[in-house]
């Protein structure tokens, strides 16, 4: 089973679509909705995660980019600020998925991205703030 988190960001002419039906229907995948702010005629933002087989995944990728859908792994849009992190760990006490952790033994403080789920707990707790969200916050306001 495949799995990953992704960010959708919607041209306006297409929120109306049950594009998340058809990733069910047509592409046999199955979905967790983590953020999403979606209005009528306006562009669209949605962080969801995908699961299904690989083939499938990558079927219901290219229905999503074919419908112009602009689609990333949404770890793009978790940064961490190498100069601000002094390696404290804290983060990786409240990461729920793992893409904070420390690498043993070195005691290094590795950020895998393509494991985010853009929880933001990170950002909270960093006392450095050396974690930031890139993706617009007005479109989840
Ligand atoms: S909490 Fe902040 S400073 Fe500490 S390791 Fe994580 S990113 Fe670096
Ligand atoms: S936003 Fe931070 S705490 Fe949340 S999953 Fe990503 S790295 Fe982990």
Redesign the pocket.
């Given at each position: 089973m495949y799995s990953k988190i992704l960010s959708l960001r919607f041209p306006s002419d297409i929120v109306n679509e049950p594009i998340v039906v058809n990733l069910v229907k047509k592409f046999d995948l199955t979905f967790n909705i983590l953020k999403a702010t979606i209005y009528p005629r306006k562009e669209g933002f949605m962080v969801l995660e995908l699961r299904g087989h690989r083939k499938d995944y990558q079927r219901g990728l290219r229905y999503l980019k074919s419908l112009g859908i602009k689609v990333e792994s949404i770890?793009q849009d978790?940064k961490r600020d190498e100069e601000l992190c002094f390696q404290c760990g804290a983060?990786t006490a409240?990461?729920?998925?793992g893409?904070?952790y420390i690498k043993r033994p070195e005691m290094e403080v590795i950020?895998d991205r393509e494991?985010?789920?853009?929880?933001?707990?990170?950002?909270i707790v960093c006392p450095a703030r050396a974690?930031e969200?890139r993706f617009d916050r007005t479109l989840l306001a």
């Open positions: 770890g978790i983060c409240v990461c729920p998925t893409a904070l950020f494991s985010c789920s853009a929880c933001e707990l990170c950002v974690m969200v």
